[in-house]
């Protein structure tokens, strides 16, 4: 049994209709997967594997044609997205340009009905722990790419999600910045204890920000194991030639 704050996806199946005839096709096709409370997973795979489709199935953006998603041993199937109590991250931040800084990261915040000085205290500590101390006043149009998305990283850890999940959040970054970010990226959803499933096609940034490393190719589960693991002992020829080994 997953520990208490996990998730437990069981023989899930994704499927899109692909024209008015009924044909459709698999994106997710029978993946199990467990990822327990505080842990780091990272979904990775080239484009078009299915890992998207499984991280929007379990936000409840999309409907499982077959199997179970189940957070803290609850049975999701019948719960709207907006009561799951999970955060979601994408590749743009999204960020509110009406709103400074502060307001962005403060914006869950609001909707909780927090007052305004434990909402003040929880906006100073996230930026704090992305690396943004003073910046609440700052416009978001005035900050680099890299800063929106520590802002939009922020935000979405604010409400102190039950589970967050980040999909291709450094993607649209430059090379050395994304390296930067992911080690970032890592020690923040650590340091808050944050239970994560992280998309992405760049092995090396799933490697860096993971604790463990979910390959997918083609709707289907391949391999999951530590970083080191996947290194010294890829499952198979497909999971060695993704991981360029």
Known sequence: ??????????????RYGRSR?????????????????????????PSGCGKSSLLRAVAGLEPVAAGTIEFDGEDL??????????????QEGQLFPHRDVGRNVAYGLEIQKMSRADRDARVEELLEAVGLTGYARRAVATLSGGQQQRVALARSLAPQ???????????????????????????????????????THDHA??????????????????????????????ASDRVAEFLGI
Do not use: N
């Not at 049994?1 to 994704?14: N, S, T, Y």
């Not at 459709?24 to 795979?45: K, Q, S």
């Open 21 to 45: 005839r009924d044909t459709t096709t698999t994106a997710v096709d029978g993946v199990t997967l467990d990822v327990a409370g505080g842990e780091v997973l990272a979904l990775l795979g």
């Open 161 to 199: 999600p039950r589970l967050l999940l980040l999909d291709e959040p450094l993607s649209a970054l430059d090379r050395q910045l994304r390296e930067r970010l992911a080690h970032d990226v890592r020690r923040t959803l650590k340091d808050t204890g944050t239970t994560s499933v992280f998309v």
């Open 77 to 90: 199937a019948d719960v709207p997205v907006h009561r799951r109590g999970f955060g979601l991250l994408f």
């Open 205 to 234: 940034e799933a490697f860096t920000v993971a604790d463990r490393v979910a390959v997918m190719d083609a709707g289907r589960l391949l391999q999951v194991d530590t970083p080191d693991a996947l290194r010294t002992a890829p």
């Open 1 to 14: 049994m997953i520990e208490p704050g996990g998730l437990a996806i069981r023989d899930v199946v994704v």
